[in-house]
């Protein structure tokens, strides 16, 4: 069974920093590109960053670029979002997901998400 | 950047009844769209891809239609499981990634 379990959410204050996890089980995580998708309260699904199999492609959106940095290790199945720099509009819950590539950009299974509040 | 734009915001259906979602993209994504289904404190679920493909597992109930510019989700007989909020994904254009902003799907 496919498995994506997101941590490392909490209350930071403005300009802090935070580093999302998402441990990855279930399939061979190496052969998946991975996404970070968000939602702020009441609001709707925000992409926010991509990393394909092998490190070499990486994207991000632009509300988030130079902020954040995504990265994988795929001997530890795992997914990470670097957060810098946050705003109060970065406060939302995180999901990753995983997307088929190969013009298969579709996600097909989230994580239950992790919950960033960025907050004085 | 592709603008997807869902209507209505919220939809108010009775169980039994049948119901229809749109999307609309901003310029064509020929049939590169997806639709979820996500529920408060769930993950979202993928519904349908490739614009009418249901996903595995998904009931036969839930269909997508269009390409271009404009998709339809329809719901036939809705169950109560299936009130929930409701996006359409573009896949063709990117990055971004871009959602619609969300159809209500509530009980009437």
């Known amino acids: 069974e496919v498995q994506l379990v997101e941590s490392g959410g909490g209350l930071v204050k403005p300009g802090g920093s935070l580093r999302l996890s998402c441990a990855a089980s279930?399939?061979?995580?190496?052969?998946?590109?991975m996404n970070w998708i968000r939602q702020a309260p009441g609001k709707g699904l925000e992409w926010v960053s991509s990393i394909t199999t092998t490190d070499g492609f990486i994207y991000y959106a632009d509300s988030v670029r130079g902020r954040f940095t995504v990265s994988r290790d795929n001997a530890k199945n795992s997914l990470f979002l670097q957060m810098n720099s946050l705003r109060a509009e970065d406060t939302a819950v995180y999901y990753c997901?995983?997307?088929?590539?190969?013009?298969?950009?579709?996600?097909?299974?989230w994580g239950r998400g992790t919950l960033v509040t960025v907050s004085s | 950047e592709i603008v997807m734009t869902q209507s209505p915001a919220t939809l108010s259906v009775s169980p039994g009844e049948r119901a229809t979602l749109s999307c609309r993209a901003s310029q064509s994504v020929s049939r590169y769209l997806a639709w979820y289904q996500k529920k408060p404190g769930q993950a979202p679920r993928l519904l349908i891809y490739?614009?009418?493909s249901r996903a595995t597992g998904i009931p036969a109930r839930f269909s997508g239609s269009g390409s271009g510019t404009e998709f339809t989700l329809t719901i036939s007989s809705l169950q109560s499981e299936d009130f929930a909020v409701y996006y359409c994904q573009q896949y063709n254009n990117w990055p971004p990634f871009t959602f619609g902003q969300g159809t209500r799907l509530e009980i009437k």
């Open positions: 279930g399939f061979t995580f190496s052969s998946y590109p």
């Open positions: 997901a995983r997307d088929l590539g190969a013009s298969n950009y579709y996600f097909d299974y």
């Open positions: 490739g614009a009418s």
